[in-house]
């Protein structure tokens, strides 16, 4: 039985490798990419290997699954610029929605949840409102949550919409405003793209630093592989198209504080997906990088979740990267003192 | 972390492996799968998980969380004595949340002659007891629980996993089938007392071949016995309703719904006794071209 997700890794780095898999081999390889969110995206990356008529057929699966998200996120994204078309400012889409709208490499087969927009925080007022009008709704009507994140976060509380029952998150910016590092929303803002259907998506680097400091300056770290994935194709794909990519990334990673990660994430997509980096962009190896893959690794061939304790702390560090001391303890206490149930 | 059992089953197109932290629950699938062929080379499109709600829940009242590769927030586990229908039911969400290679219809099936009976309805219409007698008497059973839409042919594939019995469905089949092809008895389950009976043994022979559809009935126990047409729109609407997969098909759904009501003789049936129903039944079997 396998005890790690390399197999993934390997099979997303090197397609080739798939072929002296054997039977059992690939229901636990399956079983994996789909725990990872990433079997759309192995299923791209293996279309001209051979490969079992029962894989095939698996991977076809999902394919088809893909391409009706791909369809759904857009469409969603142009429910929200009609909704919006009152507003003059630039909205900006991000993740997911982002990249299969700017037809990245990063949007083949990858799974896209719920709609994430930007604008400026100034707009938030009149764009929540038309949002509203337009049929989206509050999830968490709890005051101390709505306060949280209105106050602290970097995005509004989600809204769903009635009828479609889709979700949105509309952000301000790319980190929340109680982490350590102060990305300049303003900057991303600016120089954002626009896609010629009266949306935008980030600059390549913005892009990029984005999807970075969502992995390595936010959550714990779930869904990293996904999240690696996607960075490792950024990276190639901007690369390429421009020579002085490199250095915009390094300028641009100082712009919103986010050098440390950047670093980070080079390395270890380096190491884990084989993606060429400028090797001066990447910084030193650190001890810590072997905890982060031993933390993204940690899937079995079952598709459970593994290594509860490196898990753990990864979660305690997401908190602690959100919140100063102070503040984490007075939100676990009110947390705690409602147990889970809204107050006021 | 500890190692699972496990074990593949092939059902019709289907093959799943069902791990478990305990023995008991595939010990009684083995038991009951037996006639069934393995997937070939190991292979399986789904993966279902038997694990402890909590890690405490696998000796202590032990509780089983039914997980795998893709799951339902908030399914509530059951008790170990239930693993059985567990393992089941992570099999049904499999192929309801994971399977795009028919449209899925929560519908019971049977065949003769090459041409496919299709019975849907909500839970306790009885379609699952009809298909299961009607197995008893000539007919091929295909499946109680999904009927599967070929996208391209339009022909209905067989889906013969164990059929579920509740309540008094389980009585009524004790009287016609064979003891050894009953699984344990469950009591208090979330759908009342359940037992599996194991199809009859050309059901599982034939499981690899297809029917063409050839009659649809929407039947709903407890009325007078009667026949009633019904409309294209409210068929449409209704089948829409019973496919879990019908809006993550996209368009070769709708074409394949589409296509299956302009072609597929439909009626409504009242039915009060199996026995009426096995004569409304080959009234309209005889008619039907």
Known sequence: ?344 | MAEMHQIRLQIGPAAFRIASVWRQPLDQLAALYRDYPGPSDHMVDFTVRLEPDKPWRRYIRPSVHIGGDFWLPDVAPLPLGQGLLAAEMGMNLQMALGWRRHLLLHASSVEKDGRALIMTGLSGSGKSTLSAMLAQKGWRFMGDEFALLNLDTGDIAPFPRLISLKNQAIRAMQTVAPADRFGPEMTDTPKGDIRHLVPPKAAIYRMGEPARPALLLFPRFGHDPELRDMGQAEIFVRLTQASTNYVALGEAGFRALTRFVDQVPTRAMDYQSIEQAEELIESLWSRSP
């Open chain 1, 1 to 344: 039985m396998i005890r790690d997700a390399h197999i993934l890794v390997r099979a997303l780095r090197e397609p080739a490798s798939v072929e002296r898999l054997d039977g059992g081999q690939w229901s636990e390889l399956i079983s994996i990419a789909r725990a990872e969110s990433l079997i759309g995206s192995l299923a791209h990356r293996l279309a001209d290997v051979p490969v079992p008529d029962r894989v095939r057929a698996v991977l076809q699966d999902a394919i088809g699954a893909h391409d009706l998200a791909r369809q759904q996120a857009l469409w969603e994204a142009d429910c929200a610029r009609r909704a919006l078309a009152g507003y003059p400012g630039k909205i900006v889409l991000m993740k997911g929605t982002a990249y299969v709208a700017a037809n990245l490499a990063a949007g083949v087969g990858r799974s896209i949840g719920d709609l994430d927009i930007m604008v400026a925080r100034d707009a938030l007022p009149i764009v929540e409102s038309a949002l509203l009008d337009a049929g989206w709704e509050w999830v968490k009507p709890d005051p101390y949550d709505d306060r949280y994140y209105r106050d602290h976060m970097h995005e509004l509380p989600p809204l769903i919409h009635r009828e479609r029952d889709r979700m949105i998150d509309v952000h301000h910016t790319i980190l929340p405003l109680t982490a350590g590092p102060r990305p300049d929303a303003q900057a991303i803002l600016d120089n954002a793209i626009a896609l010629g259907n009266g949306l935008y998506v980030m600059a390549p680097a913005d892009m990029l630093l984005h999807s970075i400091a969502h992995l390595f300056a936010d959550g714990d770290l779930a869904g990293g592989l996904r999240n690696l994935w996607d960075i490792n194709l950024l990276l190639r794909h901007f690369s390429e198209a421009d020579e002085e990519f490199w250095t915009e990334l390094d300028i641009r990673a100082k712009t919103h504080g986010l050098g440390r990660e950047k670093e980070r994430a080079l390395r270890l997509a380096a190491r884990l997906y084989d993606t060429p980096v400028y090797r001066f962009s990447a910084g030193q190896t650190e001890f810590a990088d072997y905890l982060y893959i031993r933390r993204l690794l940690a899937r079995d061939g079952y598709g459970r979740e593994t290594r509860k304790l490196i898990r753990f702390a990864f979660y305690v560090r997401s908190h602690w990267l959100r919140m100063p001391p102070l503040m984490l303890a007075g939100h676990l206490w009110t947390k705690w003192r409602k147990g889970g149930k809204p107050v006021g």
